[in-house]
């Protein structure tokens, strides 16, 4: 936002310029750029030519003399051809250096002396046209500084205002800021409007339909006007600000905005059917031609200003065609209105309109003060095109607006700036800033916020205003206090680091995707029942919340393989989401969100071809390996992996994580169906595992187990099962019979062939038996090996092998 410092002196008191500056900066409305327009043109003044003669050696030239005021007419040898004796024109003295970097030098030119240089509006920077000396406004007075004279003189500062601070989007709240920084008075505008005898109500209806979107419309009606150009002074400011001057009407609506942050509407009221103004929602095929000339169609959700038949303006963002204000208009609705922040967020964004008005009512204007200034806008017409406002104002306003009420504690005040503040001051710096003091004592006060702090709320947000006010370097310099505990780390945080320092170990690099997917890559993985919609997706690719993050891996590993990578070991660190019952009712958020971390492995196992060894390719055992990783990570123990049918893997590879009852996730090799549907390669295997889940089972600290003093004794069994049997079924009926002299048993041969027979496999353990208590004799491991073998023919219809 433009900030004109002249146009500031009318509410406060200033100092320079780059004090200004520094103090604004410091306290959060940041100045990038200050403009002086004024400082290239030093050393010229107005000139008055009173007189003009030929130049005698040179028929292109004349000799003119030049007033500037109290001294002695200079003489200026000039080439130009469109002035007249009388004018007033710029005027570069001697030692003056032009915009274009030219100096002026006294000079003889042909022969005669030439004090100076007329010039024209291309040599003082002012525009391309060179085609003769600016002409200047004959009232000005000889030795005025052009800066002065074309309204100049004036330096502009350009600040940031965040998002938060809609209240600074104004002369006015800015010079609040000042006046509170600088502890100087603030003078706001003068407001006296004059009325005639007839009732404005008598020419014109508000309705509101709509009370959630529109929260306020008032409107105030001026006849007999005539459109014109505004005056000067008002043209100045517009131009510092960055608005271009249109007639005086538009001028000042958009004047009026700039010095209260609060948009304003003139209608041309002949032009608005039915004298009536209803604010509602857009009907089914309705168009606006806006003021750019374009037709838009409309949205539902659009809130549209309309008359008793058409639209009129989109609300809060561009006004439309059909009823601008023309050189013809004599009568005036002036509408002031407030509109709830977001539907104007959306309709600007919907139809790619930005506008001063869309940028002020999406970050949340005053309602409180739509008297005040249409009040004020009526006035300024009324002043400067001559017309007659009629008496009151149409004021809807279904639902008044209560403000804020925030408790302010001094101690609260004292701990959190880490500096004791006084009561006084902090009352100074609140009631400056527009805080009404309520009651309280000294140790709690009490504050009414102002409608347009729209980011006042806590206790903590008054604070933030008495710490930038008073100046963030006010607080002294400390070190962080100690604490005598230190909080322990919470258990998600040690799960969190400990899962990606596992996978980092297994080599797989994360990757951060999208929560937004197409719902196609949903589809793929028949994950797309219930998948939430977005109302306002960026492209059909991201148009739903992912169901799986597998709907992002998979393409992930799509890419790679299209840019000729050997091989991916990818995992991600994400949450899925899923619709929650009764969502987005009264609070209840839409989604149910799951944390879940989840991996992707294809191609070579070492990622590149080695000469060292064989270029072998991932299998459902790397995967696994990932899982497995992570559970002695978390130590995890006794979790089995059990099949499992699922339409994310292949029937061949696929498993679920089990520790007893609960699961923590699945593993397997991506379902040829996902493949084909995503284009992906073969040999594509992936994971899947629920945080919560984990965090639940998660042994986050180990307990230690006594190094036993006694030797182990290893036997190896081999036992032929049905092919469908799982290994770990098998384990668990080992480990169950042999406890507890079988410390371990571990699968290190799987065999199915004929001499096994058809439907068949040979399943090898190596067994670990141990006593804690003694050392084991050969009679005692060959008893327990047998009652093993006995309880797995038994259980599961198995065979030793011979």
């Known amino acids: 936002m433009k900030v004109s410092l002249n146009w500031l002196k009318d509410y406060v008191a200033l100092p320079s310029a780059d004090e200004v500056a520094r103090r ?128 100049l003189d004036d330096v502009t500062l350009e600040l940031n205002v965040t998002p938060n601070r809609a209240d600074a989007l104004s002369m006015l709240g800015v010079a609040r800021e000042l006046a509170t920084l600088t502890n100087a008075a603030l003078t706001r505008p003068s407001v006296a409007v004059t009325e005639s005898s007839t009732p404005a109500s008598s020419k014109i209806q508000i309705r509101i339909d709509d009370a959630n979107r529109c929260w306020r419309y008032a409107g105030r009606v001026i006849e007999g006007v005539k459109v014109q150009p505004s005056p000067r002074w008002m043209q100045d400011r517009l131009k510092a600000a960055g608005v271009r001057a249109i007639n005086n009407l538009v001028d000042v609506t958009n004047y009026v905005m700039l010095e209260y942050g609060q948009p304003l509407h003139a209608f041309d009221l002949d032009r608005i059917g039915g004298a009536q103004i209803i604010v509602r929602t857009a009907r089914g095929g309705e168009q606006l031609t806006t003021l750019d000339e374009k037709v838009r169609s409309l949205d539902a959700e659009d809130l549209l ?94 639902e008044v607006k209560q403000p804020k009420v925030v408790t302010l504690r001094s101690q609260r005040l004292n ?35 102002p409608l347009g702090r729209v ?25 962080p206090r100690g604490l005598s505990e230190l909080e322990p780390e919470r258990v998600e945080a040690i799960v969190e680091r400990r ?83 009764n969502g987005g009712v009264n609070g209840v958020p839409v989604a149910v969100e799951t944390l879940e971390v989840a991996g992707v492995l294809w191609g070579l196992r070492d990622g590149a071809k080695r000469w060292t060894s064989k270029d072998a390719a991932v299998d459902f055992y790397d995967a696994r390996a990932a899982v497995e990783a992570i559970l002695e990570a978390l130590h995890l123990d006794g979790v089995a992996f059990e099949p499992v049918e699922s339409p994310w893997y292949h029937p061949r590879a696929a498993a679920a994580a089990k520790k007893g009852q609960a699961v923590l996730g ?47 004794v290893f036997r190896d069994l081999a036992v032929v099962v049905p092919q469908p049997m799982a290994s770990a079924q098998v384990r668990g009926v080992i480990l169950e019979v042999g406890r507890p002299l079988v410390e371990d048993a571990q699968v290190f041969d799987v065999y199915a062939g004929p001499q096994v027979g058809e439907g068949k496999k040979n399943l090898a353990f190596a067994l670990r038996y141990r006593s804690p208590e003694r050392t084991l004799t050969d009679t005692e491991v060959s008893e327990a090996h047998a009652k093993i073998v006995a309880e797995v023919t038994k259980r599961l219809g198995g065979a030793l092998r011979a």
């Not at 503040?421 to 140790?443: K, N």
């Not at 951060?512 to 919609?533: C, R």
């Not at 169901?547 to 393989?561: D, E, F, M």
């Open 415 to 449: 701990e959190l700036l880490g500096v004791v503040v006084p009561g006084g001051e902090a009352e100074r710096i609140l009631t400056s800033l527009g805080f009404e003091r309520l009651e309280g004592d000294g140790a709690a006060t009490t504050w009414r916020v």
């Open 499 to 581: 899962i990606r320092a596992a996978l980092a170990g297994e080599g797989l690099d994360e990757v951060v995707n999208y929560s937004f997917v197409a719902p196609a890559e949903l589809a793929a993985f028949q994950a797309e029942a219930g998948a939430i919609a977005l109302a306002n997706p960026l492209s059909v690719e991201q148009s739903v919340m992912r169901t799986t993050l597998y709907a992002g891996l998979v393409p992930n590993v799509v890419r790679s393989a299209r840019h000729q990578a050997a091989g991916v070991r990818f995992y991600e660190w994400a949450r899925t989401y899923r619709p929650r019952p």
């Open 24 to 151: 604004l900066t410091m306290a959060g409305l940041e100045v990038e750029a200050i403009h002086r327009p004024g400082a290239a043109l030093e050393g010229v003044v107005v000139g008055q030519i009173l007189s003009s003669d030929k130049h005698p050696n040179a028929d292109k030239l004349s000799v003119t003399k030049v007033a500037l005021g109290g001294a002695e007419p200079l003489q200026v040898v000039c080439g130009a051809k469109n002035y007249q004796v009388g004018d007033k024109v710029p005027l570069a003295t001697v030692g003056t250096k032009l915009p274009n970097g030219v100096e002026i030098k006294q000079a003889a030119l042909r022969g005669v002396d030439s004090s100076g240089m007329l010039c024209s509006a291309k040599e003082l920077g002012l525009a391309d046209d060179a085609a003769g000396l600016l002409i200047l406004d004959p009232s000005l007075a000889p030795g005025t500084p052009i800066a002065k004279a074309l309204g």
């Open 305 to 398: 200003i309309c008359d008793a038949k058409d639209p009129l303006v989109l609300a809060g963002v561009m006004g439309g065609a059909s009823s601008e204000v023309t050189e013809k208009t004599t009568r005036v609705l002036l509408e002031c209105a407030t509109f709830q922040p977001k539907t104007v967020r959306r309709s600007s964004k919907r139809h790619a309109l930005k506008t001063e008005s869309s940028h002020r009512f999406e970050r949340g204007t005053d309602v409180s003060v739509v008297p005040e200034v249409i009040d004020r806008a009526a006035a300024l017409i009324a002043e400067l095109g001559g017309g007659t406002v009629l008496a009151g104002r149409v004021d809807a306003y279904p």
């Open 455 to 479: 980011d006042v709320s806590i206790e903590e947000d008054l604070i933030e205003e008495i710490a930038r006010i008073r100046g963030y370097e006010q607080i002294p310099l400390s070190l």
């Open 666 to 712: 699945t593993v397997g090799e991506l379902h040829p169906r996902a493949q084909k549907r995503l284009d992906a390669p073969a040999g594509v295997f992936l994971f899947q595992l629920d945080v919560e889940a984990l965090s639940a089972a998660a042994q986050v600290v180990p307990q230690a187990r006594p190094l036993s003093r006694f030797p182990a």
